[in-house]
């Protein structure tokens, strides 16, 4: 069964940090781009950040100079670290990713695979 599995979530204050991670199991995704999104209560998901196969990295301005992407193919696992976090990253973070597309988009609908998502909450 191929499936993203993310971690990482909880609670934090407003200036901690947090990493969330996003394992993918039953087939390899070197090959292709993988991203986060998130998705606040009573907002729609949006983008987060992405990364290619090949590492290029592209963020939401919301969070560019805070959160960092990156990945390991060696373990089929992309990170999300997240730095100087504020009351408005509160949401269900998912990482996503669709076989065989190597770019990043930054739309939901580019995307047909999909983790369960991990809960972050940052108090003020």
């Given at each position: 069964?191929?499936?993203l599995v993310e971690s990482g979530g909880g609670l934090a204050q407003a200036g901690d940090s947090l990493r969330l991670t996003c394992t993918a199991s039953g087939r390899t995704f070197t090959s292709s781009g993988m991203a986060w999104f998130r998705q606040a209560p009573g907002k729609e998901r949006e983008f987060v950040a992405g990364i290619s196969?090949?590492?290029y990295t592209v963020y939401?301005?919301?969070?560019?100079?805070?959160?960092?992407?990156?990945?390991?193919n060696g373990k089929n696992t992309i990170y999300l670290q997240m730095n100087s976090l504020k009351s408005?990253?509160?949401a269900?973070?998912?990482?996503?990713t669709r076989a065989g597309v190597m770019v990043v988009f930054t739309t939901q609908s580019s995307y047909?695979?999909?983790?369960q998502g991990t809960q972050v909450t940052v108090s003020s």
């Amino acid at each position: 069964q191929v499936q993203l599995v993310e971690s990482g979530g909880g609670l934090a204050q407003a200036g901690d940090s947090l990493r969330l991670t996003c394992t993918a199991s039953g087939r390899t995704f070197t090959s292709s781009g993988m991203a986060w999104f998130r998705q606040a209560p009573g907002k729609e998901r949006e983008f987060v950040a992405g990364i290619s196969a090949h590492g290029y990295t592209v963020y939401a301005d919301s969070v560019k100079g805070r959160f960092t992407i990156s990945r390991d193919n060696g373990k089929n696992t992309i990170y999300l670290q997240m730095n100087s976090l504020k009351s408005e990253d509160t949401a269900d973070y998912y990482c996503a990713t669709r076989a065989g597309v190597m770019v990043v988009f930054t739309t939901q609908s580019s995307y047909d695979l999909w983790g369960q998502g991990t809960q972050v909450t940052v108090s003020s």
